[in-house]
């Protein structure tokens, strides 16, 4: 059985409120339909937790790594070779995660 959990912060105290899931509010997917490119991901100011990768094709569903923070990803997007075996490949892969302009959902 699936039940809604929501965190609130009031005063000093952090109540978790436990509900009946609601059908205009859905748990999060995130799809990847690109056919050579791997999306990597991950919630925005959590940068010691790990990028989560999807394959092309790939669908995942998705929860906030820190509920109290910001509700927002950040998002990198790498050809299919990024996840082949190589110097190169890893070369490429560690310019993605931590080059270029963050991209906010």
């Known amino acids: ?7 609130r912060a009031i005063h000093n105290s952090v109540f978790l409120v ?3 899931p609601s059908s205009e509010n859905p748990p ?5 339909r690109a056919m050579n490119h791997f999306i990597f991901f991950r919630q925005r ?17 998705y ?7 910001s509700h927002k990803l950040t998002v990198r997007v ?6 082949l075996y190589g110097e190169e490949s890893q070369d ?14």
């Open 1 to 7: 059985r699936n039940v809604r959990v929501d965190m």
């Open 18 to 20: 436990v509900r009946e």
């Open 28 to 32: 999060y997917r995130i799809e990847n």
């Open 45 to 61: 100011g959590c940068n010691s937790y790990p990028w989560n990768i999807l394959k092309p094709g790939e669908t995942r569903d």
């Open 63 to 69: 929860c906030w790594e820190e509920p109290m923070k």
């Open 78 to 83: 790498g050809s299919i070779n990024v996840h």
């Open 92 to 105: 490429e892969l560690q310019s993605i995660l931590e080059e270029g302009d963050d991209s906010d959902f």
